[in-house]
């Protein structure tokens, strides 16, 4: 491979390093977990007891996640077919890149005491659409980087590289902003940088502009060293785009391993997408963690997300990504069923001796397996799409691989929402459903070929 080749993959991975910290801090470890604090807040002053209140935020946040999850859905397969169709992809990186950075900036304004909760949702949606339209771009660009043989390991490194980036990000978080809500220091009990006002939780709702001023400045080597696949500009042709949409949608009938595979993965993501959203907010709700608390969970589900997509991808270039989907799904099943039966005080009707610090190792080691096999599900699963597409058309293929993704993205959040209010349990909302979501997608991925459409 030569220089110049190698220069343009390292500006792919940017795109990982750079977005990643959406996921780790924003999703997941910081914002999330916020969020769940202060809705808690709001719905125990009118008048629910503790375990209502942490119920109700976590429907809430649900809810939200439902809303971006369907109009992602329905944009981004249309979206990627008027790409392809006119020959450009990197102006709809940056107009989404835009999208992300001022839904990242908006969560600064969520205070603590606040009622009106449905704009942290409307800036965190803003955001995450952002996100994953950019991705849906960026993706396509990436069957004209190397040859399948080193597809598994290209992928796999790319979200290594992300996870290492959304550790750091997160180190830098704990250790110079986040604050602890009752003493109002950060992870090495000083005060948040640049005066921040502790008493209002600034140094935790910095997440927000952090997260921006990071993806600005770390996509300037994407911007610098990647470049499309030289071709003919052609214009916009939205009924062309939508015919070729069409048809791809049909042929579905006779690629049955695609077709599989975007319905396995519909599932299987849906599931895990649901899983790093709520872990925050389940570790607040259920075992009390405070945000700082939550950011080292964070960081250790990161490095082992980081080593295990690494590992995963050389798995994957020697053995294909179809035993690295199956076995993260085992891995990950197994996590739901440890939630479903833990709590502060017991594990499956045994008791925890009061004070005990075992609920929280189990959290732990739980983190380091929603990681390990998370970033190897995510890898292994692009991989896999790309041995489903071509150069020419990858950006409508990865379009409708987010709508196989988001179609059904606010099946989990709803029915995390729905079981949580009916049981009035964080636990049984959680676990039920991605438990159910990923034994479906498990059944259908036998019909998904090792190698997909590369083998005969």
């Given at each position: 491979m030569d220089a110049a080749a190698k220069k343009r993959i390292w500006g792919w991975w940017f795109f990982d390093w750079a977005s990643q910290p959406y996921n780790t801090l924003l999703l997941t470890f910081v914002f999330g977990p916020y969020f769940a604090e202060?809705?808690?807040?709001?719905?125990?002053?009118q008048g629910m007891d503790a375990e209502a209140a942490g119920a109700a935020a976590q429907a809430y946040w649900g809810w939200g996640q439902s809303i971006s999850g369907v109009i992602i859905a329905l944009l981004a397969p249309i979206l990627g077919a008027i790409a392809d169709g006119s020959g450009k992809r990197m102006i709809w990186i940056w107009v989404f890149s835009a999208l992300y950075v001022a839904g990242s900036w908006g969560l600064w304004y969520l205070l603590p005491g606040?009622?009106?909760?449905?704009?942290?949702?409307?800036?965190?949606?803003?955001?995450l659409i952002g996100m994953e339209f950019a991705t849906i771009f960026t993706n396509a660009l990436m069957p004209d980087l190397t040859g399948d043989e080193d597809m598994g390991k290209v992928s796999?490194?790319?979200?290594?590289?992300?996870?290492?980036?959304?550790?750091?990000?997160?180190?830098?978080?704990?250790?110079?902003?986040?604050?602890?809500?009752?003493?109002?220091?950060?992870?090495?009990?000083?005060?948040?940088?640049?005066g921040l006002d502790a008493g209002m939780r600034e140094g935790t709702r910095a997440v927000g502009p952090i997260t921006a001023i990071w993806y600005v400045v770390f996509m300037v080597p994407f911007f610098l060293w990647v470049r499309e696949p030289k071709g003919p500009a052609r214009r916009v042709n939205l009924g062309a785009a939508m015919r070729d949409l069409g048809r791809l949608i049909r042929s579905l009938k006779q690629r049955t391993s695609l077709g599989a595979h975007l319905l396995s993965s519909m599932f299987y993501r849906d599931a895990l997408n649901a899983l790093y959203a709520f872990g925050g907010v389940y570790a607040s709700g259920v075992l009390g963690w405070s945000v700082i608390k939550i950011g080292i969970f964070?960081?250790?589900?990161?490095?082992?997300a980081a080593i295990f997509s690494w590992l995963g991808g050389k798995m994957d270039s020697a053995r294909g990504p179809k035993p690295v989907i199956n076995l993260s799904m085992y891995v990950l099943i197994a996590v739901c069923l440890v939630i479903a039966g833990m709590s502060r005080d017991a594990f499956y009707g045994v008791p925890f001796a009061e004070g005990s610090p075992w609920p929280d190792y189990i959290f732990y080691a739980c983190g380091c397996l929603i990681g390990a096999a998370g970033g190897a599900l995510q890898s292994s699963s692009r991989t896999m799409m790309v041995f489903h597409t071509t150069q020419a058309r990858a950006t409508e293929s990865f379009g409708l691989y987010a709508l196989s993704g988001k179609c059904t993205a606010f099946i989990a959040p709803f029915a995390i929402a729905v079981f949580t209010t009916i049981s009035g349990s964080q636990r049984i909302g959680i676990a039920i459903p991605l438990i159910a979501l990923f034994l479906v997608g498990m059944v259908i991925l036998r019909w998904v070929k090792p190698m997909g459409e590369r083998q005969p």
């Open positions: 202060v809705a808690r807040a709001h719905f125990g002053a606040a009622s009106d909760l449905h704009w942290a949702l409307i800036w965190f949606g803003l955001g796999g490194s790319g979200f290594a590289f992300g996870y290492l980036g959304g550790i750091i990000a997160l180190v830098i978080m704990l250790v110079f902003f986040a604050e602890n809500a009752a003493t109002g220091k950060t992870l090495i009990g000083a005060d948040p940088l640049f964070g960081i250790v589900g990161a490095v082992a």
